[in-house]
């Protein structure tokens, strides 16, 4: 447990994110962990005057969350890049980058989650 | 006006500031991490410290066969093999590793163990 | 009147390190620019679950080359609130003394390539002759230029003689009156006034919504330094945080020529101070838990999260450097900018895109 956590739901984000922004609060980044039961957790921390304010919200993957960056705009690249290395979806970011933020053509989808990767054998003639 | 007569004159009668390379090199100090060269093969003991040790997983020691391997690409001179080694026999070279076109593997062998020699139990009448 | 695009691609002399910017022209007026960055993705985030959580230190130091000592500063820092390590006082205030280090040498680095972009290259390479005398002195100390991979979990691993202490006091008096002979230039030229002066201009409240840290919000007038919170041994060192409030590239050039000032002296105090004692505390297990750490950087405020589940490798490590959070102010200094300034405002962010992206 970090110290200043608080645990919200979907539903919510948007009005507690106002709020927040509301206080003065400077946004810092997001983080994003996977658990051993295949639910993600996602984590929103603020800053002001050295204090630190984590938000926590655990989702399946498939869900599509509201982007924030309507509200804060600096949190658009950090949006993209989870989109494309967990495969959370983001739904109203300001800036679209469509897959090709950090990720190359030839990469693996999703590469920080836990993948399952059949390899088949090839009949040899 | 004035400075510029004052750098002028400093300009032309100071040394150089560059060193004449390749004929003048500088000398280094002794604790630089250059690259690892070898060990000194009759003092290891092939206990594996050094291959457990490593971050870049550079080093292998085969204890049966007394071997040390390792390869001179993968390392990252971190110097932690040189400070884990319980018989300080790792040896850390001053110079940095140059390029070349192929990987450079370097093996040290040891000679085998020497076999236990049997003591024979002596009773001593007292 | 047409639109051009021009792409102000990859590869560029005046870029430490490719990043790209499409730029939509009309007529030598930027109207809008959106910058793409992964060329360098190198997966370091996942190759962190994967080893040892001792042999990260070596992993996370390389994740960039200007800043290097801070990564394993601020990692050793989490592991050791997570397993509630105490370290001793020799340690924290040689480990002051290398971060100060590092940081002259990353804004040195910085002054060079900031004359290099408007074409003073002669000042470039003064200001890059004295940032190799930094370079000497932690090859003469710790063993390489660059990557000096002097901190562990539980303190330092190298220790300083009274010998080294000196060199390093000589070190950095020659620093400072070489930078006491470029000061004039950046800061009173004439040329060098007009290619500086309302360039790229922040306001404060600007800066403070979209999150710039570092520098470049300090030259905003926003007053924010990590240091001040008395992480390693800065509770202990008196120093006060570097403000400017003009918000343009002059001013942010400012900033970081003083903040080498200032580092010499936090250097000549942490040495005065230097108490006796061990370097290191042995520890024994493994760590279980999360944390997130944040310091002070030479670019800005870097984030670590690390989770760990009892067992040796970790679950999740995350960075957020200070790069990353000055991003989006290039989309707001950049509109309505002439082609002529587009590298001085990418050079005043202080990018450094392998931090970026990992």
Not at chain 1, 95 to 116: K, T, V
Not at chain 3, 52 to 75: P, Q, T, W
Request: glycine content about 6%; overall charge neutral; hydrophobic content about 40%.
């Amino acid at each position: 447990m970090l110290s200043n956590e608080k645990i919200i739901s979907t539903e919510t984000i948007l009005n507690e994110v106002h709020q927040i922004k509301d206080d003065g609060y400077r946004f810092v980044s997001m983080t994003t962990v996977e658990n051993p039961d295949l639910t993600i957790d996602l984590y929103y921390h603020f800053d002001r005057e050295y204090q630190l304010v984590n938000l926590k919200l655990t989702i399946n993957k498939e869900f599509e969350l509201p982007s924030i960056s309507k509200i804060f705009l600096a949190a658009v690249f950090v949006e993209n890049e989870i989109q494309e290395l967990f495969g959370v979806r983001f739904d109203g970011k300001a800036i679209n980058y469509g897959g090709h933020f950090i990720l190359s053509d030839a990469d693996l989808e999703n590469p920080m989650c836990r993948n399952q990767i059949v390899i088949e054998q090839m009949e040899d003639k | 006006m004035f400075d510029m007569i004052g750098n002028i004159f400093k300009n032309l009668t100071s040394k150089p500031a560059t060193r004449a390379y390749p004929f003048k090199t500088r000398k280094l100090n002794d604790n630089v991490r250059g690259h690892i060269s070898g060990i000194d093969a009759e003092a290891c003991i092939y206990c594996g410290i050094c291959d457990k040790k490593c971050p870049s997983d550079a080093i292998k020691v085969d204890k049966a066969n007394r071997t040390w391997i390792i390869e001179t690409y993968r390392c990252i001179v971190c110097g932690e093999c040189v400070t884990v080694c319980p018989k300080q026999c790792i040896n850390m070279e001053k110079e940095h590793m140059t390029s070349s076109t192929k990987q450079d593997i370097i093996v040290c062998k040891g000679s085998p163990k020497a076999p236990k020699v049997e003591t024979e139990k002596v009773s001593v009448n007292a | 009147m047409g639109k051009t695009i021009i792409p102000f691609g990859p590869q560029h002399p005046v870029l430490p390190e490719p990043l790209q910017l499409k730029l939509v022209m009309r007529d030598e007026k930027v109207i809008e620019a959106v910058p793409a960055i992964g060329y360098v993705h190198r997966g370091l985030e996942k190759l962190a679950e994967q080893k040892d959580f001792m042999k990260n230190i070596y992993l996370v130091e390389r994740v960039c080359g200007i800043c290097s000592n801070m990564h394993a500063l601020s990692y050793c820092m989490a592991i050791e609130e997570i397993m509630g390590i105490g370290i001793p006082d020799r340690a924290r205030f040689l480990r002051v003394i290398w971060a100060e280090l590092h940081r002259i040498h990353s804004h040195l680095l910085w002054l060079g390539l900031l004359a290099d972009s408007f074409g003073f290259e002669s000042l470039f390479m003064q200001v890059w002759r004295s940032r190799e005398k930094i370079m000497d002195i932690m090859e003469a100390t710790a063993g390489h230029r660059i990557f000096i991979s002097t901190n562990t979990i539980g303190g330092t691993h190298k220790d300083l003689t009274k010998e080294q202490q000196k060199d390093v006091l000589n070190t950095v008096a020659l620093v400072w009156d070489d930078m006491k002979a470029v000061e004039k230039v950046f800061f009173n030229d004439y040329t060098v006034q007009h290619r500086l002066k309302g360039v790229g201009v922040l306001p404060k409240d600007v800066a403070y919504e979209l999150g710039t840290v570092g520098p470049m919000a300090r030259a905003s007038g926003i007053i924010f330094d990590h240091r001040t919170r008395g992480y390693a041994a800065y509770g202990e060192l008196e120093f006060e945080p570097v403000v400017e409030t003009d918000g343009d590239s002059l001013a942010r050039t400012k900033v970081r020529l003083r903040e080498v000032y200032q580092s010499i002296n936090l250097i000549r105090e942490a040495i005065g101070k230097l108490p006796e004692g061990e370097i290191f505390t042995p520890f024994k297990g493994n760590p279980n838990g999360e944390a997130v750490i944040r310091i002070e950087q030479p670019r800005g405020e870097v984030m670590y999260y690390v989770r760990a589940n009892g067992t040796k490798q970790l679950d999740r490590l995350r960075l957020r450097t200070p790069t990353f959070a000055n991003l989006p102010s290039l989309l707001h200094m950049l509109p309505g900018s002439s082609l002529a300034d587009v590298p001085v405002l990418i050079l005043t962010i202080d990018p450094c895109i392998s931090c970026t992206e990992r």
